[in-house]
Antibody
């Protein structure tokens, strides 16, 4: 079964850091670009970051550029999101999502269940 | 940046109704558009990709059309399981989502 499972969310103070993980199974992880997408409480979906299958290309939304870093370990079938200098408006459910085909931007055919990040003092 | 808009923001409908949601892009995105369904507390689910292609396992009452800057998602006969929020996504240049359309009970 194709599956994505996020972990690492929690409560953090403004200015703090958090590292999210997304464990993948059921497909050839290294063959697909992977994404982080977030959803603030009661709001819509916001794409955060993409990393290509090989890890050679990364892209970020302007709202997180310079603060968040996406990475992956294809030997462990795991995607990461290092979040630094967190702000209250980073509070959201963070989903990892697999592109349907290819190494770059595409439709997202598999999503994890999400992990909740709360930034509050 | 490519801006995505959706209309209406909320749609009230009854079981059996035909429902149409519109998504517009601020510039041409060819057919690089997807549609998702999201229910409260759940992850989004891919319904349509490349504007009109039905994702495997999605009921045939869902259909997508359009190209360039205007796209539609149609549900031919609304079922109880279809009350949800629907999002469009462009993946022509980077990617981004529309603000969503909530389909609720009339």
């Amino acid at each position: 079964e194709v599956q994505l499972v996020e972990s690492g969310g929690g409560l953090v103070q403004p200015g703090g850091s958090l590292r999210l993980s997304c464990a993948a199974s059921g497909f050839t992880f290294s063959s697909y670009a992977m994404n982080w997408v977030r959803q603030a409480p009661g709001k819509g979906l916001e794409w955060v970051s993409l990393m290509s299958g090989t890890g050679g290309s990364t892209y970020y939304a302007d709202s997180v550029k310079g603060r968040f870093t996406i990475s992956r370990d294809n030997s462990k079938n795991t995607l990461y999101l290092q979040m630094n200098s967190l702000r209250v408006d980073d509070t959201a459910v963070y989903y990892c999502a697999k592109v349907s085909s290819g190494f770059s931007f595409n439709a997202f055919d598999i999503w994890g269940h999400g992990t909740v990040v709360t930034v509050s003092s | 940046d490519i801006q995505m808009t959706q209309s209406p923001s909320t749609l009230s409908a009854s079981v059996g109704d035909r429902v149409t949601i519109t998504c517009r892009a601020s510039q041409s995105i060819s057919s690089w558009l997807a549609w998702y369904q999201q229910k409260p507390g759940k992850a989004p689910k891919l319904l349509i990709y490349k504007a009109s292609n039905l994702q495997s396992g999605v009921p045939s009452r869902f259909s997508g059309s359009g190209s360039g800057t205007e796209f539609t998602l149609s549900i031919s006969s609304l079922q109880p399981d279809d009350f949800a929020t629907y999002y469009c996504q462009q993946y022509y240049r980077y990617t981004g989502f529309g603000p969503g359309t909530k389909v609720d009970v009339k």
